[in-house]
C-alpha cells in the first residue's frame, strides 16, 4: 500500500552532478525518517545519507562535503543533490522510508527499487 520510486540516476562524467527524487505514495499517515542507500556490486549496502520528520540529518564521511539531502513533506519526497561525483559513487542508490500507514499501528520501513548512478569517463 506504500510504495518508494526513486528517480534521476543515470550516467555522468566524473566532477558532474545528479540530483536523485524519491517519492512515497499510498496510505501514508506520517514519515518518520527517509534515507538514501547505496550498494556497488560485491559490495555491502551502506547508507549515504538520512534526514528525519523533524530535520535531524545525518551524512555518511563519504558524502560530506558533496552531497546534501533534503526533504518536502507536503509531497513525501526526499532529494539527493550530489556534486563532485566520484568514480567510487558508482552503485544502485536506494531510498527508505519509515512510514505509518493507514490502517496500521505500528512504523514499517519500506525500500524503493533503486536507481543506477553511474560515474566514469
Known amino acids: 500500500q506504500v510504495q518508494l520510486v526513486e528517480s534521476g540516476g543515470g550516467l555522468v562524467q566524473p566532477g558532474g552532478s545528479l540530483r536523485l527524487s524519491c517519492a512515497a505514495s499510498?496510505?501514508?499517515?506520517?514519515?518518520?525518517?527517509m534515507g538514501w542507500y547505496r550498494q556497488a556490486p560485491g559490495k555491502e549496502r551502506e547508507l549515504v545519507a538520512r534526514?528525519?520528520?523533524?530535520?535531524?540529518?545525518h551524512y555518511a564521511d563519504s558524502a560530506k562535503g558533496r552531497f546534501t539531502i533534503s526533504r518536502d513533506n507536503a509531497k513525501n519526497t526526499v532529494y539527493l543533490q550530489m556534486n563532485n561525483l566520484k568514480a567510487e559513487d558508482t552503485a544502485v542508490y536506494y531510498c527508505n522510508a519509515l512510514v505509518l500507514s493507514g490502517g496500521s499501528y505500528s512504523t514499517i520501513l519500506y525500500w524503493g527499487k533503486g536507481t543506477l548512478v553511474t560515474v566514469s569517463s
Open positions: 534526514i528525519t520528520s523533524g530535520g535531524t540529518i
Open positions: 499510498g496510505s501514508i499517515v506520517s514519515i518518520n525518517l
